[in-house]
């Protein structure tokens, strides 16, 4: 069965802090593997894509992660700010398939 | 317009009634695509245009949504006969073409649809 699990669900964090935010896949063919940010009342914005071949990939404060052996991916968020405070989504999209798998977020809300 | 805009941001209805939503993609972009994001859940993809191809409609519910594309710009997104668990945030996202493996997906803000 096509999955995508996210873990935690929630998670508060003071500013400043790091935190990491983990994705299992058991999504089938694979070829890449996806981070959004989505603010609350807003759609979805892109952060990575990560093909099968790519371990890391950094943007900005954001760093993605990604062993494909094990179906498991993480992102790193470096010095916290406020503004992180969003749901991140991890997203697989089934090659060859005009479908995407969604996993259910993390919902990250960072205090001062 | 810069991004994906979609109309009305919020709609509510009775049960029963019919509803439409509209979603105008980013200019030149030739996928669409529908999901509906309910209260704790992932997204559920509903349906995929592709230029002038047929849609993939394998994610709709049931025969009561649909989808169409007119020109291969502007879409709408029809439920028949609403029912309470139709209430959901409908999501409308597109893309430059239908390379899912490459392609970055962009969202519009989303329509909040509560069915009384």
């Known amino acids: 069965k096509n999955q995508v699990e996210q873990s935690p669900q929630s998670l508060i964090i003071l500013e400043g802090k790091n935190c990491t935010l983990q994705?299992?896949?058991?999504?089938?063919?694979?070829?890449?593997l996806r981070w959004y940010k989505q603010d609350t009342g807003r759609g979805p914005v892109s952060l990575t894509i990560?093909?099968?071949?790519?371990n890391t990939k950094s943007n900005g404060r954001y760093t993605a992660t990604l062993d494909a052996d094990t179906k498991q991916s993480s992102l790193h968020i470096t010095a916290s700010q406020l503004s992180d405070s969003a749901s991140y989504i991890c997203?697989?999209?089934?090659?060859?398939?005009?479908?995407?798998?969604f996993g259910t977020g993390t919902r990250l809300t960072v205090i001062p | 317009g810069a991004g994906v805009s979609q109309s009305p941001s919020n709609k509510v209805t009775e049960k029963g009634k019919d509803v439409e939503l509209r979603c105008d993609p980013i200019?030149?972009?030739?996928?669409l695509y529908w999901y509906r994001q309910s209260l704790g859940q992932g997204l559920e993809f509903l349906i995929y245009f592709q230029g002038n191809s047929a849609p993939d409609k394998s994610g709709l519910p049931s025969d009561r949504f649909s989808a169409e594309r007119t020109g291969g710009s502007v879409s709408t997104l029809t439920i028949q006969r609403t029912q309470q668990e139709d209430s959901a945030v409908y999501l409308c996202a597109s893309s430059l073409s239908s390379g899912l493996d490459t392609d970055t997906q962009y969202f519009g803000p989303g329509t909040r649809l509560t069915v009384l």
């Open positions: 990560m093909t099968f071949s790519e």
């Open positions: 997203v697989v999209p089934q090659t060859g398939a005009n479908n995407l798998f």
């Open positions: 994705c299992n896949y058991t999504v089938s063919p694979f070829s890449n």
């Open positions: 200019s030149g972009h030739t996928a």
